[in-house]
């Protein structure tokens, strides 16, 4: 027998409860390993008349080979002319694999099993203890034997003989998947079910009482990616497509067209979301569903042969274990404050599937296990087998950067989530970072991230993650304008994405994580969107112009995000904050934290402007100057008090974002202002021992660690070379 072929069931025989006539004693083996067996009194004879063609279940279509690994992974179609590989594989030029089991069906439980039929069963004669349980042993084959029925001619009643295990749990849909169909039955192939139903003599009666509510499951709403071999992007207001023109186009059932051998898709409010407030005249959006084959003659590009290469290449760095141990690192330091991969995608049953890591692009592969190299001294056995070995993080990320050159041009959201994993790249501070910023703003805006996605009729898994990842474009934008004063890349009127609500973001896998990890994506998404509203404010070319020398309308300004900053504080979860200060200083909640000191300071850079010269600006602030500057010591000494925190013993560890490391140096720079413009002795005294105090914490956490080193290293060395400045509690005041 061909290895790869399989024996299958026709739907229909599935349907009626496998009661096809078949020779005394056979057997039918479902998808999954079940085995179905009838004894020889309960099965049909073989002179049963059969019926002729009519109404009822389609025609089944036979496959001969089972979908291969890589086609089970993407739940496509697994299309083999001949023999392997697959169309898809071979598109990819991936090797064609068997070797992975199909995932198990979950069973419904016993509460969904009307009573009726549970009654009948449970009273028939003939039903072990085991069937009437429904609950046979994982993975082990299931013996169903059906009470003694009698022979079964074309007008019995089987409504009261069927058990609920043996053709409630029958799901249409899954068996298809299984078998490798491409569509599912239609409404007009259901109402033709029913009707065979009527014909075998389910009466209105005996189907009310015999409900199966797994068969009328409504059609699933489809991802935009589910076509492994096109990239969807969205058609937008101007360009050479108009959406307007667009939506009076013929659609099929799959809400698509072809024009001009140019494939749309066209997306439908979902009708649970009639409530939501949509403009009356707009256009449904429309996405272009653009074939890879179509770009591939355009530049820059990677030949197939050095991707391919470049993939073995990393395949032979870590073993299968090494890499599963890599990424269980990083969903327990990284993912749950950068939350931007669909944890679903890549486990099965709680465990990372080969089949899924496999069907990763190079760009993310390479860049997952890039991020997750620096976390291997917290693997007990990851850490002593990559101790001696080369550190193979420069060809992770040079190979990931090779596969961007090719993936660019047909977009996907892994490809959004490579490039953000390389923007949290550590002590990438070049001019290439802002250029890399503006890269993934513009594939978000490709993939229609930027637009509110709440009533569109996709996988609410998908609408979660799609709203995540333009969040952590957004954070990552903001952050890097602030970091390296450059303009941002998003405009306040480029989106209408709502805030981050925690139903769209995945619960933590584990007690170490914490589990309040990922309430800290929120917080920072909200603080993130003050930051954008101070930059806007105060930074911009054409806001330093009104605000530089007007200290009335800078303060003017200040009073709501000042109250905006004190409001998100005071709003921090006690699991996280007490007192204004991390409970957990290490990773994410003190860089949050972090965050939130650098914003109120770049706040206070703001309002202090105008009063470094002299003149009218500062004759005008002479009364509240002097508050503004009480409030920036105030903040300084928050931060010193946070810095000599960090320096106890895992004060660094964890994750931080990659502007952290910038965060420090403002900060260091921050004081240093403070301490040369200060205006009387006593504060120029006060400004020098918060000077001297922390740079001692940060030099003690610098030699803590390698990470604290490259965290805090940065803050030594900006803001007090060349000043003159020793730190060793001499005061800095000038007359």
């Given at each position: 027998?061909?290895?790869?072929s399989q024996a299958s069931l026709s739907p229909g025989d599935y349907y009626h409860g496998g009661l096809s006539p078949q020779a005394p004693g056979s057997s039918a083996a479902m998808p999954g390993g079940v085995k179905l067996e009838l004894p020889p009194a309960a099965q049909a004879p073989t002179t049963m008349q059969q019926p002729g063609p009519g109404p009822g279940p389609r025609n089944y279509k036979s496959r001969k080979y089972r979908p291969c690994d890589f086609c089970r992974a993407r739940q496509v179609a697994c299309k083999i002319e001949v023999a392997p590989p697959c169309q898809l594989c071979q598109s990819h030029r991936r ?361 569109w009729s996709l996988p609410a898994p998908d609408l979660a993650l799609r709203k995540r990842l333009w969040h952590a474009v957004f954070i990552t934008d903001k952050w890097t304008a602030l970091t390296l004063g450059t303009p941002s890349c998003i405009r306040t009127d480029d989106a209408d994405v709502p805030p981050l609500w925690p139903a769209d973001l995945e619960p933590a896998l584990g007690p170490d994580d914490g589990s309040d990890a990922p309430t800290n994506f929120r917080l920072l998404a909200d603080l993130s969107s003050i930051v954008a509203d101070i930059l806007d404010s105060y930074f911009s070319v054409r806001a330093t112009q ?190």
């Open positions: 027998m061909d290895p790869f090797e064609c694999t068997f070797v992975e089991q199909p995932k198990k069906k979950r069973r419904p439980p016993a509460e969904s099993v009307v009573a009726p039929v549970v009654a009948a069963a449970s009273s028939s004669q003939g039903s072990g203890s085991r069937a009437a349980t429904g609950t046979p042993a994982e993975g082990s084959r299931v013996h169903i034997e059906p009470p003694q029925l009698p022979m079964l001619g074309q007008d019995s009643d089987i409504s009261g003989h069927l058990h609920p295990n043996y053709v409630a749990h029958f799901d249409e849909r899954l068996f298809e998947r299984q078998i490798g169909h491409d569509h599912f039955l239609d409404h007009q192939q259901h109402q033709h079910q029913q009707h065979h139903e009527h014909h075998q003599g389910l009466d209105h009666t005996a189907a009310a009482s015999f409900q199966m509510p797994h068969l009328d499951v409504p059609s699933p709403e489809r991802s935009l990616d589910s076509h492994p071999s096109r990239s969807a992007r969205l058609v937008g207001e101007t360009g050479e497509t108009n959406p307007y023109l667009l939506r009076r186009y013929h659609y099929d059932d799959n809400d698509e067209c072809t024009i001009s051998q140019t494939h749309y898709r066209r997306i439908r409010p979902r009708p649970s979301a009639s409530n939501h407030p949509t403009p009356k005249d707009a256009p449904p959006p429309v996405f272009t569903l653009a074939a890879d084959s179509a770009s591939l003659s355009a530049e820059p590009r990677t030949e197939d042969h050095v991707l391919a290469q470049a993939r073995y290449d990393i395949s032979q760095l870590f073993t299968s274990e090494q890499c599963f141990r890599l990424l269980g690192l990083y969903f327990r330091f990284v993912d749950p404050y950068l939350p931007i991969l669909a944890r679903a995608s890549l486990f099965v049953n709680g465990l990372i599937s080969r089949a899924a890591l496999d069907a990763l692009p190079l760009s993310l592969t390479a860049t997952l296990y890039a991020t997750a190299l620096p976390y291997t001294p917290y693997d007990a056995l990851l850490a002593p087998s990559l101790a001696h070995a080369p550190d193979p993080s420069t060809q992770l990320y040079r190979t990931a950067h090779l596969a961007l050159t090719h993936e660019l041009h047909n977009p996907r959201p892994a490809t959004l989530q490579a490039v953000l994993l390389l923007l949290h790249r550590p002590a990438q501070h070049t001019p290439f970072r802002p250029a890399l910023v503006a890269t993934a703003v513009s594939l978000a805006h490709s993939l229609g991230l930027s637009h509110d996605s709440t009533s009104r605000t530089a020398s007007n200290f009335a309308l800078s303060l003017d300004l200040g009073r709501g995000l000042r109250a905006r900053l004190d409001a998100w504080s005071e709003g921090l979860p006690r699991a996280l904050f007490v007192r204004g200060a991390p409970v957990r200083r290490g990773g994410g909640d003190a860089g949050l934290y972090l965050g939130y000191l650098v914003a109120n300071m770049t706040l206070f850079r703001g309002l202090m402007r105008p009063l470094e010269g002299g003149g009218a600006g500062q004759e005008m602030g002479m009364g509240s100057g002097g508050a503004v500057r009480a409030g920036a010591r105030e903040c300084a000494e928050e931060a010193v008090v946070f810095v000599e925190g960090l320096a106890g013993a895992g004060g660094v560890e964890g994750f931080w974002h990659s502007w952290s490391r910038a965060n420090f140096a403002i900060a260091s720079a921050f004081l240093t202002q403070l301490l040369l413009t200060a205006s009387t002795e006593a504060e120029g005294a006060e400004m020098s021992n918060l000077v001297a105090r922390w740079r001692w914490a940060m030099r003690m956490g610098a030699e803590g660690n390698d990470n604290g080193g490259g965290l805090m290293g940065m803050g030594l060395g900006v803001g007090f070379a060349g000043l003159g400045l020793d730190g060793g509690g001499e005061g800095g005041y000038e007359e």
